[in-house]
């Protein structure tokens, strides 16, 4: 799992309700100028910042929405958040243990059929 820092700033609300964020959250959570990310209040001392990406919806099939409506569960009653980079290495790591499991099925098969074409 990836290495947990903490950090603390102090922001001041400035005119309009802004707020600058410190250089230090912005390159830590890879954020550009116009990105948008979202906060969540779990409590007033449980308060997180998390990146936000929108998706078009014609592309979220309703596999995918189940899995994000799972993980929002999750999240809500508590689950900690992950990093991007974690994410995308666990489902690396859950493609390959599928395509070796596929792979290994294709050959019990071409094996069975060989062992048929023999007797």
Known sequence: MAESTM???TLRIAGKRQVT???EIVTA?????G???RIIVRTPS???LVPYTRVRKDLI????????QQRRKEI?????MVSLEEVLKKAAAKNRAAATVS???GSKARLHKRELITE
């Open 7 to 9: 950090a603390e700033y």
């Open 21 to 23: 964020l410190p250089e």
């Open 29 to 33: 959570l890879n954020l550009e100028k």
């Open 35 to 37: 990105d948008e990310f």
């Open 46 to 48: 449980d308060i997180r």
């Open 61 to 68: 099939t309703p596999e995918i929405q189940e899995i994000l």
């Open 76 to 80: 809500e009653s508590g689950a900690e």
């Open 103 to 105: 792979s290994r099925s």
